[in-house]
């Protein structure tokens, strides 16, 4: 068993989501993604969802 992340896959594995959602953020979170967002790809932002109210989920998910 080799040791070693295969840091092929986990460098993409952002990449590989389909959505990623961020719940209770608060002003420091919000503070650091305004500071990361710049430097991440066009499609990597498209798929970071951050809430503050776990009731916008409803936005992107069916209620039963």
């Not at 068993?1 to 719940?23: Q, S």
Request: charged share 25%; hydrophobic share 40%; glycine share 2%.
């Amino acid at each position: 068993c080799d040791p070693e992340p295969d840091w092929y896959v986990l460098g993409f594995y952002a990449e590989r989501l389909a959505k990623f959602y961020v719940l209770h953020v608060n002003w420091f979170y919000k503070m650091m993604w305004t500071l990361a967002k710049p430097m991440l790809s066009a499609h990597t932002k498209e798929q970071v969802e951050i809430m503050s109210n776990p009731s916008d989920l409803n936005r992107f998910f069916e209620s039963d």
